[in-house]
């Protein structure tokens, strides 16, 4: 199993590597010298002191061209990273992950999305890490991320997902991680894994008949061919017997 997800982690990567390299070939090829024969030419302009209107507006049109075409490259790039780094993530390649959405961050500093993904990518990392100061490091780092994920979009409910898991188990935030998942399930009623993680929650703090409705509600959502709808019946009679 192990070998098979090393293959896929390296093949993303090389896919990565691919990528760059093209968007590269096409920025120093050929078009490359257009452009640096042509920002010589504006700069010859600029730096002539008896410059007229019509220099001046002639060279506009060619430095928009490339100032779209570096754009362009700056976006298919971020957009590279971060799915390369949601892969990254579904084969368990958390240092990877991270890697490729930090770049992903640097180029869009203002993306919910990148934050979510790389508060969910610190997550992973600390609940994995042996060593306990590398543990507490990364599930503050994730809290960090979610937070200012939901600074920048309030509505991200994956942000939001993940924030309340890391609240409870990165820091036995209990409440607070109630209080988050709440929020989930009052605008996605048919969220199966937030009621799960609700009734969790509930559970834990011996407020059972609230982690029992939680239960029987999933029930309601799911058929009976679910496997789901079984771990929840099974809580509902466990609960129950304790109750």
């Known amino acids: 199993m192990y070998s098979s997800i090393w293959r896929e982690a390296v093949s993303f990567k090389a896919s990565l590597v691919l990528c760059i390299v093209l968007v590269m070939v096409g920025l120093?090829?050929?078009?490359?010298?257009?452009?640096?024969?042509?920002?010589?030419?504006?700069?010859?302009v600029l730096s002539n002191p008896d410059r007229n209107i019509e220099e001046l507006d002639s060279i506009r049109p060619g430095l928009r061209r490339i100032i779209d075409m570096k754009l362009q490259a700056v976006n298919q790039l971020e957009i590279v990273n971060r799915v390369l780094g949601r892969r990254y993530l579904v084969a368990g390649s958390y240092n990877?992950?991270?890697?490729?959405?930090?770049?992903?961050?640097?180029?869009?500093?203002?993306?919910?999305?990148?934050?979510?993904?790389?508060?969910?990518?610190?997550?992973?990392?600390?609940?994995?890490?042996?060593?306990?100061?590398?543990?507490?490091?990364n599930f503050y780092k994730?809290?960090?991320?979610?937070?200012?994920?939901?600074?920048?979009?309030?509505?991200?409910?994956e942000a939001r997902y993940g924030f309340s898991?890391?609240?409870?188990?990165?820091?036995?935030d209990v409440q607070g991680a109630i209080d988050q998942m709440k929020v989930v399930v009052g605008?996605?009623?048919?969220?199966?894994?937030?009621?799960?993680?609700?009734?969790?929650?509930?559970?834990?703090?011996?407020?059972?008949?609230?982690a029992l409705g939680e239960y029987i509600e999933i029930t309601n959502i799911l058929p009976k061919s679910s496997p789901k709808r079984d771990k929840a019946e099974a809580n509902i009679m466990q609960i129950n017997r304790e109750m």
């Not at 993904?117 to 600390?126: A, K, M, P």
């Not at 994730?142 to 409910?157: C, G, R, W």
């Not at 048919?190 to 008949?209: I, K, Q």
């Open 142 to 157: 994730s809290q960090a991320y979610y937070k200012k994920a939901l600074e920048i979009d309030p509505d991200l409910l």
């Open 96 to 137: 990877l992950a991270r890697e490729a959405l930090e770049e992903a961050e640097y180029l869009q500093p203002y993306s919910a999305f990148i934050k979510k993904d790389l508060g969910e990518c610190h997550y992973f990392i600390g609940a994995s890490a042996l060593d306990q100061e590398d543990r507490e490091e």
């Open 165 to 172: 898991l890391v609240l409870y188990y990165g820091f036995d």
């Open 28 to 44: 120093t090829g050929c078009g490359n010298i257009k452009e640096r024969r042509f920002l010589s030419e504006s700069r010859k």
């Open 187 to 210: 605008k996605e009623p048919e969220n199966v894994e937030a009621r799960f993680a609700l009734g969790r929650y509930y559970y834990e703090l011996g407020e059972y008949s609230k």
